[in-house]
């Protein structure tokens, strides 16, 4: 132990995790704050929430706290709620193959117990070394028993224990690291790096839900242009995604991901609201027009008919990875299927579109996929043209655009390359 005053930010303690700690000591348990916080405490940053580790068990805490509530099935963990915050309270640990299997098994199985273990074991079960430095803030006092402290000040991420081991004992801990590369700028050594290129198939096993926490933390946290360029070094994009790095290889799909990224983390940045959606849609874009071509060639399809088999078939097959909930599965279609209809600027049809609920969205995605390179005979600028119109200039716009939609109607085949063809009514 040491006496670290310097070391952390204690301005920036929640008073909420204070009074979490503070309430758990004076009934007799140890409590500490660890993990994340800690790491972002030493780093000068102020913490986006706060884990605590004691001694006492859930229904102890939960008894200490009104209010809060034992959340997780396997593993027991407390949620202290004030107002908006929570601060996290877990009880040490013993090293257990099983306690980070995600709360999402569905069969039925007896769940394992809780196996709770000494201050020590508590150590030794986490990920990282500067994941597992504990802070004391009564005593100001800094336990470090795995050279945390050092590797945060040295921007090192390394595995308590054999990484290997530990990356097969929870092959999540390989997205953790990437993320910790991502948003904290930490370094991913060369071993290490090979560790994870040789076991990046252990992400299969992953449960797709927990997967897919795992990607909103990776891609809808500020950093996820940085998480894309780690996950692709690192050799798991493909793990994770198999379809979408697939038509990395024959079109500007990685190009059309990063902007998407890039995007979300601007609006982060700018406070405004973010949806995976944006991020799923631009992921599996070419794999979806690949595949509705595909239909369209195989058999007598309309356009309608292939893009809604071709969105089913292609979502289905990314939720055998990473599961996408209802709610986001059905915006990026519709983000997918308006990219057929903003072609159509003829009429009341502009007007209309911009009504839609997901315009705006379906907007921005055109103007990523004309960024990454594809060819849309300048729509973007149109449409952009368009909205900034006083809406009396508006119906001569329609006219300009100097197409004749009837002469249109007869099908033509289709180039692979041109992802904007002959208006679909939809
Ligand atoms: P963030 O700043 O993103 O919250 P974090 O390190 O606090 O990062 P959490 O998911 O909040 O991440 O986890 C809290 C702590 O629990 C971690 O710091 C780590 O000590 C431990 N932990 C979380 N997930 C694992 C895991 N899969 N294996 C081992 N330890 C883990
Ligand atoms: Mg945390």
């Known amino acids: 132990?040491?006496?670290?005053?310097?070391?952390?930010?204690?301005?920036?303690?929640?008073?909420?995790?204070?009074?979490?700690?503070?309430?758990?000591?004076?009934?007799?348990?140890?409590?500490?704050?660890?993990?994340?916080?800690?790491?972002?405490?030493i780093l000068g940053k102020v913490p986006k929430d706060f884990d605590v580790a004691t001694d006492a068990h859930p229904e102890d805490i939960r008894d200490l706290f009104r209010n809060s509530r034992i959340v997780g099935k396997r593993f027991k963990i407390v949620h202290v709620r004030f107002g908006r915050e929570i601060v996290e309270v877990t009880t040490f640990r013993a090293p257990h193959d099983e306690q980070y299997e995600d709360n999402h098994s569905e069969?039925?199985?007896?769940?394992?117990?809780?196996?709770?273990?000494?201050?020590?074991?508590?150590?030794?079960?986490?990920?990282?070394?500067?994941?597992?430095?504990?802070?004391?803030?009564?005593?100001?006092?800094?336990t470090d028993l795995a050279g945390g402290v050092e590797d945060i000040q040295l921007k090192r991420i390394r595995t308590i224990g054999d990484p290997e081991a530990r990356f097969r004992e929870d092959p999540v801990r390989m997205l953790r690291a990437i993320r910790f590369e991502a948003k904290l700028e930490f370094h991913i050594s060369d071993e290490l790096h090979n560790t994870i290129r040789s076991l990046g198939h252990l992400i299969q096993d992953v449960s797709?839900?927990?997967?897919?926490?795992?990607?909103?933390?990776?891609?809808?946290?500020?950093?996820?242009?940085?998480?894309?360029?780690?996950?692709?070094?690192?050799?798991?994009?493909?793990?994770?995604?198999p379809d979408s790095k697939r038509s990395m290889e024959e079109h500007p799909a990685e190009e059309l991901v990063r902007l998407a990224l890039t995007s979300t983390d601007s609006r982060i940045a700018e406070g405004k609201p973010v949806t995976p959606a944006f991020i799923?849609?631009?992921?599996?874009?070419?794999?979806?027009?690949?595949?509705?071509?595909?239909?369209?060639?195989?058999?007598?399809?309309?356009?309608?008919?292939?893009?809604?088999?071709?969105?089913?078939?292609?979502?289905?097959?990314?939720?055998?990875?990473?599961?996408?909930?209802?709610?986001?599965?059905?915006?990026i279609r519709d983000i997918w299927f308006l990219q057929f209809r903003l072609p159509n600027r003829a009429t009341k049809k502009p007007d209309t579109l911009m009504e839609h609920k997901r315009f705006r969205a379906a907007y921005d995605f055109l103007l990523i996929r004309e960024a990454a390179g594809e060819e849309t005979g300048n729509l973007g600028d149109w449409w952009t043209e368009y909205q900034e119109a006083a809406p009396e200039r508006r119906p001569e716009m329609k006219q300009s655009t100097g197409k004749r939609r009837k002469r249109k109607r007869k099908r033509k085949p289709r180039s692979p390359n041109a992802m904007i063809d002959t208006p679909t009514p939809t």
């Open 1 to 41: 132990m040491n006496h670290a005053l310097s070391l952390i930010h204690e301005e920036n303690i929640s008073i909420n995790a204070l009074k979490v700690v503070n309430r758990l000591t004076e009934h007799g348990y140890q409590a500490y704050l660890v993990g994340g916080c800690i790491r972002d405490l």
């Open 107 to 142: 069969s039925g199985m007896t769940l394992v117990d809780n196996i709770y273990g000494t201050f020590e074991e508590d150590v030794f079960r986490r990920d990282f070394a500067m994941n597992a430095v504990y802070y004391q803030p009564e005593a100001h006092e800094i």
């Open 208 to 241: 797709a839900a927990r997967l897919f926490e795992e990607v909103l933390k990776l891609f809808m946290s500020g950093h996820g242009a940085a998480a894309l360029d780690s996950m692709v070094n690192h050799e798991l994009y493909g793990w994770m995604f």
């Open 280 to 331: 799923y849609a631009a992921m599996l874009w070419f794999p979806f027009v690949d595949e509705r071509d595909q239909l369209q060639k195989e058999g007598r399809i309309s356009h309608v008919a292939a893009s809604h088999e071709a969105a089913n078939n292609i979502l289905s097959k990314q939720q055998l990875f990473t599961s996408i909930p209802r709610r986001f599965s059905g915006t």
